[in-house]
């Protein structure tokens, strides 16, 4: 029993340092675009040229679909976990998995 607590203990701890690693990911990813982007913008405005809304846009996007995956999808990745988890409570209960 207590080796399962711990198994169950190391599954919680992996799945939280993987959700916790890519929400840092998006934070750096969104850092990341505003720091290029005030840049471009600088540039731009300092050439007379509208070039900054064309990039940005696309980045923006990316960034967009980027955080949809880590914040709202989080939901699909725990209906995998608990898939996972129904097949190796099926696989436990038999004595030869194959």
Do not use: C
Not at 22 to 48: C, D, E, P, Q, R
Not at 63 to 91: D, M, P
Request: glycine share 10%; net charge positive.
């Amino acid at each position: 029993m207590n080796a399962a607590l711990d198994s169950r203990g190391q599954d919680i701890e992996r799945i939280a340092r993987k959700r916790a690693g890519a929400k840092l990911g998006w934070y750096i990813h969104a850092t990341v675009f505003i720091a290029v982007n005030l840049m471009f913008a600088l540039v731009a405005a300092t050439s007379g040229r509208n070039w900054v809304m064309f990039p940005a846009m696309g980045w923006a996007l990316g960034l967009a679909i980027h955080g949809a995956v880590v914040f709202l999808v989080t939901g699909g990745a725990g209906l995998h976990e608990r898939l996972v988890q129904s097949e190796r409570n099926r696989l436990s209960l038999q004595r030869d998995p194959w």
